[in-house]
């Protein structure tokens, strides 16, 4: 995410009554996709990339991104309607 969406996004929701929640949610939603990422790069190092492991962990990790994008979506569009 470039730095001046990363503003706008934080500005939105500093003007969003659910924004700091939404803050917090999208916060540990990053941590959580570092860490899927960091657990996806593991499993291909000592897997095969059509292993089942690996699948589900990328799937998994597909599931928090779209989840951090329907929080960012919903505090700038549904929420604040901002955008």
């Known amino acids: ?8 996004i934080l500005n939105v929701f500093l003007e969003c009554p659910r924004g700091v ?5 999208l916060s540990i939603l990053k941590d959580q996709i570092e860490q899927g990422r960091q657990e996806l790069s593991r499993l291909v190092d000592q897997y095969e990339i059509s292993n089942i492991k ?12 779209n989840e951090y994008n329907r929080v960012t979506l919903g505090v700038n569009v549904k929420r604040c309607k901002v955008l």
């Open 21 to 25: 929640h939404a803050m917090r949610e």
């Open 54 to 65: 690996v699948i589900e962990q990328s799937m998994a990790l597909d599931e928090l991104i």
């Open 1 to 8: 995410m470039s730095e001046t969406n990363s503003k706008l």
